[in-house]
């Protein structure tokens, strides 16, 4: 027979758990140490063990398919105010969460929670260590700007800095119409040559190389107005792609918005 003392106690955690201040039958959920338990039922409760099938969201750290997009946001360093204009505009204008890393930390951070790369357009690439970690990830990247053509040439793209064109051009020609950068999740209803402004204001233009039989697994899809020899948005097979476009995201069309985040929410789908 259980004493009135242990009559007490185990009313007393009943009472706790109750109120949610102590898990019943809980493992190590929430606690952000990457180790997270089987969970046999979608509750949260009952976990032993990592790479969950749950449902709901009862962790932060697990590889579960929770539906989260996450895009890791690469700003230079000094430069934090760059990371936060690219990071507050994605999540304004999407359903992606961003997590903000200067470029200098890459070759030491814990990268495998990002879904897709954005390089802003002041990154530098210096350091060999900071570009492999993107590369030998294999997450994509969307590479803008400058920064980012400086980096896809740095990593041996055949939409790099190589072969840069520099331009003061804010039109972009449209050559492939039917492609998700131009239809999804934002429909901007456009046609094979159609012209539109990217950028409300005057800011560079660095176009990479266009697709030819010698680039193999390069795609153009769009081509300053000018020069359509050249791309001003290029993909490259292995989940690279170039917006090649100087910005402060203020000085985005709506067309040119809806346009930087087709690209985000193709780059996921490779």
């Not at 690469?74 to 505009?89: L, S, T």
């Not at 292995?238 to 090649?244: A, E, K, S, V």
Request: aromatic content about 8%; proline content about 4%; some cysteine.
């Amino acid at each position: 027979m259980l004493s009135r003392t242990m009559i007490g106690v185990w009313a007393l955690l009943f009472g706790l758990s109750a109120l949610g201040i102590l898990p019943l039958a809980c493992g190590d959920d929430d606690d952000d140490d990457g180790v997270l338990a089987e969970n046999p039922n979608p509750s949260g409760s009952g976990d032993t063990s990592d790479d969950d099938d749950d449902t709901t969201d009862d962790d932060t750290s697990d590889d579960d398919d929770d539906g989260v997009k996450t895009a890791f946001v690469v700003y230079p360093q000094g430069d934090v105010a760059e990371g936060n204009d690219f990071a507050n505009f994605i999540e304004r204008n999407s359903d992606f969460e961003t997590v903000l890393i200067v470029e200098t930390a890459l070759d030491s951070a814990n990268l495998a929670s990002a879904d897709v790369f954005v390089l802003t357009p002041d990154t530098q690439w210096f350091s060999p260590a900071d570009y492999d970690a993107i590369h030998e990830s294999n997450i994509p990247t969307l590479a803008v700007g400058e920064g980012g053509s400086l980096f896809l040439a740095a990593v041996g793209s055949q939409i790099g800095y190589d072969d840069v064109v520099f331009s003061s051009e804010k039109q972009v020609r449209v050559e492939d119409a039917s492609h998700e950068i131009f239809t999804e999740p934002n429909d901007l209803d456009v046609v094979d040559g159609e012209t539109f402004s990217v950028m409300s204001d005057l800011t560079a233009l660095y176009p990479p190389v266009t697709d030819d039989p010698s680039n193999s697994g390069v795609s153009t899809l769009a081509t300053p107005v000018s020069n359509t020899a050249r791309g001003a948005i290029a993909f490259e097979s292995r989940g690279y792609m170039n917006f090649g476009f100087d910005f402060e995201t203020d000085n985005l069309t709506g067309l040119g918005a809806d346009l930087f985040i087709n690209c985000l929410e193709f780059l996921v789908t490779q």
